[in-house]
């Protein structure tokens, strides 16, 4: 499992115009093959007056899956340069289609090579970045006597509570980067004089605005 990533911060577009020729980026998060493919048929539907749909992903933990189409324009001007800025990007996840409507006016292998690696670094601003972290629920059981004290550190700490519940003793949750779990509780230990219980939750990723 991942213990951080870069991806879009949701789905998104942006037109750009060079020469009369309409370039349009359409982004989208995904988990699979099957999930880029849909999204690429259906900005294809969307757009079927338009001479070219080009597109590109990058799907998988290590990167595996990766695809790039030309779509009709001059093989290696659309759809390679769209995947280099999704890799340069570091992103996971994630499909571009690029959709072109043209202006009357050819831009040459470097122009398209410029106008459709354009396309995708300026939606990407667009829609903007972030970066997710995997965190683990870590449940911490205090007396009542411990509740101000421990609330202060958790928020000198920036430790998130997500969840206090309040029975015979305080159990609360805090979601704590995986890396960091080992000195968090002996930091809490240590606060509240070794007067306190830990137990593990869920693992889930949290997101942070990159833009």
Known sequence: MLTH?????????????????????????????????????????????????????????????????????????????????????????????????????????GGLIRAYSNSVTQALTTVGLVEGHLQQALLVTINYAQIDRLEHFLTQQALVITNTQYLEHVTLTIMVTTGQLENVQAAITEQLSGRATFKLGAQQYFETDLS
């Open 5 to 109: 990533y870069i991806t879009i911060k949701a789905a998104g577009e942006h037109e750009l115009v060079i020469k009369k020729s309409r370039f349009i980026c359409q982004l989208a998060r995904v988990t699979d093959e099957t999930a880029a493919q849909e999204f690429i048929t259906t900005c294809k539907k969307k757009h079927y007056k338009a001479n070219h749909n080009c597109s590109a992903y990058i799907i998988g933990e290590r990167d595996e899956h990766q695809q790039a189409h030309d779509d009709g324009e001059p093989s290696g001007t659309a759809g390679s340069p769209m995947l280099e800025v999704l890799r340069r990007q570091h992103l996971k996840n994630v499909v571009a289609v690029t959709t072109r409507y043209f202006g009357g006016t050819k831009l040459g292998a």
